[in-house]
């Protein structure tokens, strides 16, 4: 499986277990299989729903902010990768 690079944890809220994230390139929609990495981060998630500005999306391109509920803890400057099928 192929991955590219859709954006960057900006900040994670850890009650409600929610990255916000910064959609840097491409896009991203409900549904897609997407794997953060950083420095002590490296799992996949699928993306069950996602928001911008608190209203539910179901799709974001290059330069939405976006809320996204996650199984595990990210942090700031984490990457995040869409997986793709080759």
């Known amino acids: 499986m ?3 690079r859709v954006g960057e944890v900006v900040k994670f809220f ?3 277990s929610v990255a916000a994230v910064k ?6 929609a409900v549904g897609d299989r997407i794997r ?3 420095h002590t981060t490296d ?3 699928t ?6 500005n608190n ?5 974001a391109k290059a330069g939405d902010y976006i809320g996204i ?17 080759d």
Not at 47 to 52: R, T
Not at 69 to 85: C, L, Q, T, W, Y
């Open 23 to 28: 959609i840097t390139e491409g896009s991203l």
């Open 55 to 59: 209203e539910k999306v179901e799709e």
């Open 14 to 16: 850890s009650k409600p």
């Open 43 to 45: 799992f996949e998630d």
């Open 36 to 38: 953060f990495t950083g």
């Open 47 to 52: 993306v069950a729903s996602m928001e911008v």
């Open 2 to 4: 192929a991955e590219e």
């Open 69 to 85: 509920r996650v199984s595990d803890r990210v942090r700031p400057g984490d990457e995040v990768f869409k997986i793709v099928a």
